[in-house]
């Protein structure tokens, strides 16, 4: 079945470039959430779309991160001047409020 | 602010034995999630617990919540080599999730 797909599943960047990441969300999902999984922090909340209302950007870690969601499905999450300290996993999830969410494959980010 | 405590951090089982993890949060939430990670692969769902004194089975995992307590219990029985994996709780706080710090689950024979 069509669940949550993302791309790139890996990327490797130099530090101080730019990058982004890809979530295309199961269809009829009117909710998506970027989370991200490292060693030192675990499972954090970076940021959350639900329909047309402004996002929840409150677990963004800087103003390098950034998201857009284009005509309510798939979404964008661009990271600028990356930094060592970005590297991690990169999951996507969606969900049709209030239910469960959804998780992607996820984007595994090294910066060099 | 919502804090999630997972125990044990690392649980090293034999077959066919039983356990539990725990999972307690700080604050009122509307629901809890219980998710499975296999090494390099994604999160997958188990369970989602939404009122106090809810309990789900799926094999040999059952999930129960006391929302007085802020407990959750993911308990294992008779296990398994295949339930090897990292599992994770986590709470809805204004629908975005908080996770736990995950419980690494080892089987061996």
């Known amino acids: 079945g069509a669940g949550v797909s993302q791309s790139p599943s890996n990327k490797v960047t130099e530090k101080g470039k730019d990058v982004e990441l890809r979530c295309d969300p199961i269809?009829?999902?009117?909710?998506l959430y970027w989370y991200r999984q490292s060693l030192g922090q675990g499972l954090e909340f970076l940021i959350y779309?639900?329909?047309?209302?402004?996002?929840?950007k409150s677990g963004l870690p800087s103003d390098r991160f950034s998201a857009e969601r284009t005509g309510g499905s798939v979404s964008t999450l661009t990271i600028q001047r990356t930094q060592q300290e970005d590297s991690a996993v990169y999951l996507c999830?969606?969900?049709?409020?209030?239910?469960?969410?959804?998780f992607g494959p996820g984007t595994r980010l090294t910066v060099l | 602010e919502l804090k999630v405590e997972q125990n044990p951090l690392f649980l090293s089982m034999q077959e066919g034995k039983n356990y539990t993890i725990y999972c307690n949060y700080s604050?009122?939430?509307?629901?809890l999630y219980w998710y499975r990670q296999d090494p390099g692969k994604s999160l997958e769902s188990l369970f989602v617990?939404?009122?106090?004194?809810a309990v789900k089975q799926e094999g040999r995992l059952m999930a129960s919540l006391d929302t007085k307590a802020r407990l959750s219990t993911l308990h294992i029985t008779a296990a398994v080599h295949d339930l090897s994996a990292t599992y994770f709780c986590?709470?809805?706080?204004?629908?975005?999730?908080?996770f736990g710090t995950g419980t690494r689950l080892q089987v061996f024979p």
């Open positions: 999830a969606s969900s049709f409020i209030p239910r469960e969410q959804f």
């Open positions: 269809s009829g999902h009117t909710a």
């Open positions: 779309f639900q329909g047309n209302s402004a996002p929840d």
């Open positions: 604050t009122t939430s509307d629901r």
């Open positions: 617990l939404l009122s106090n004194g």
């Open positions: 986590a709470v809805s706080n204004t629908d975005k999730l908080i």
